[in-house]
Nanobody, 120 residues
Framework: QEQLVERGGGLVQPGGSLRLSCTAS????????VGWFRQAPGKEREGVSC????????LYADSVKGRFTISRDDTGDTVYLQLNSLKSEDTAVYFC?????????????WGQGTQVAVSS
């Protein structure tokens, strides 16, 4: 069964950093575009970042540009989201998803999410 698993969430102080990872079982993550999304309590899910299937394109939400970095390891099997200069408004459950393109409607597989909490 195809499954995505996110890891790396936690509690961090404002200004701190975390690195989230997304791995897959039952599918080869390297052939998919992989996106990171987040959902804060009482808010709609929003796209955070995405890396295209060929790794040539990376996209970021304006709210995270310059602070977050998406990357894929050399095997293609793990996608990372480096979160730097974290703010309280970054607090959310972060999900990774895989699909054919960096468009939310193209995402086929979704993980269960990992909680990121930014608080002093």
């Amino acid at each position: 069964q195809e499954q995505l698993v996110e890891r790396g969430g936690g509690l961090v102080q404002p200004g701190g950093s975390l690195r989230l990872s997304c791995t897959a079982s039952g599918l080869t993550l390297g052939v998919y575009a992989v996106g990171w999304f987040r959902q804060a309590p009482g808010k709609e899910r929003e796209g955070v970042s995405c890396i295209s299937a060929d790794d040539r394109q990376t996209l970021y939400a304006d709210s995270v540009k310059g602070r977050f970095t998406i990357s894929r390891d050399d095997t293609g099997d793990t996608v990372y989201l480096q979160l730097n200069s974290l703010k309280s408004e970054d607090t959310a459950v972060y999900f990774c998803a895989a699909g054919s393109h960096c468009v939310v409607d193209s995402m086929i597989y979704w993980g269960q999410g990992t909680q990121v909490a930014v608080s002093s």
